[in-house]
């Protein structure tokens, strides 16, 4: 049976990458978008070259979007066996330094409405959904800057960087993949966390080594790990990284 997965950010860099990715596993892919003119975009995008893919609009911090579309996966396809929580904003002045003492608290709330707070409403809302899967995996698309390893690691080059709003909220992210997997231990569903590494897309600017292709890798592969894949771990390529 075709799988259904549902990918959140689809309509451009790692989000709309890790969208096709999956649609050339044989998946049938909803694209998240809020923007319905982009959202439609990507969708064209991937239909164009025979790809299996469905827009959905989904701002992940608005409830009634959240209402909408697990209603719409629950009445048309009865189940979800990906969540990939991709969307996130960067909303911190820029990336260098140590903004702690001085981030607004606006910041602090805007980014953790998306990137922390919508997607925990999205993942409880469609939890229903993937408890109906043979083999529910959701993937939170993390990132080293979540880590408190790395932030407590002066040899590491993200040390210096120290973006307090989006750092934050990674670090939320990566407890509700911990606490998420240990919920979850006695089903078949499987919770991970993603770092796409550093990658050219809005986020992570047209300085990084990496396209948004490579970007999406690991988040794929954490989405098609079978029954003996991990649960509850935050990976890069296969590598285990510091929480
Ligand atoms: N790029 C990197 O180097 C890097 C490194 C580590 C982790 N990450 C993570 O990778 C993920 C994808 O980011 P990216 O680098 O591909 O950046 P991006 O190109 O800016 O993509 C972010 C996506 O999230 C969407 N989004 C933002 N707020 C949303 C909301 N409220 N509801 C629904 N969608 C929303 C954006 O939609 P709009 O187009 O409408 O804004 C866009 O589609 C993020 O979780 C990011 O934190 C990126």
Not at 33 to 38: I, L, P, V
Not at 78 to 92: K, S, Y
Not at 154 to 164: C, N, T
């Amino acid at each position: 049976m075709t799988k259904i997965a549902l990918v959140t950010g689809a309509n451009k860099g790692i989000g709309f990458e890790t969208a096709k990715q999956l649609t050339q596993h044989n998946i049938k892919v909803l694209l998240g978008a809020r923007n319905e003119t982009e959202g439609k975009k990507a969708e064209e995008a991937l239909r164009a070259l025979s790809l299996d893919a469905t827009y959905v609009k989904l701002d992940i911090s608005n409830s009634a979007d959240i209402e909408n579309v697990k209603n719409y996966i629950e009445s048309e396809y009865g189940v979800l066996d990906i969540l990939v929580n991709n969307a996130a904003v960067f909303l911190d002045s820029d990336w260098f330094g140590n903004n702690t003492e001085t981030v607004p608290l606006q910041t602090l709330r805007d980014t953790f409405d998306i990137n922390y707070f919508g997607t925990v409403e999205l993942t409880q809302a469609l939890l229903p959904a993937i408890k109906k899967s043979e083999a529910g995996r959701i993937v939170n698309i993390s990132s080293v800057s979540g880590s408190f390893g790395v932030h407590l690691d002066e040899s590491h080059w993200l040390y210096a960087l120290k973006p307090y709003a989006y750092s934050a909220s990674k670090t939320a992210l990566n407890q509700f993949t911990v606490f998420l997997a240990n919920a979850l231990r006695d089903t078949k569903i499987k919770v991970n966390a993603a770092n796409p590494g550093w990658v050219k897309t809005s986020i992570g600017s047209d300085q990084a080594p990496l396209t948004p292709e490579e970007g999406a890798k690991t988040g794929v592969q954490l989405a098609l790990i079978d029954e003996n894949g991990p649960s509850g771990t935050f990976s890069q390529s296969g590598e285990i990284l510091s929480w």
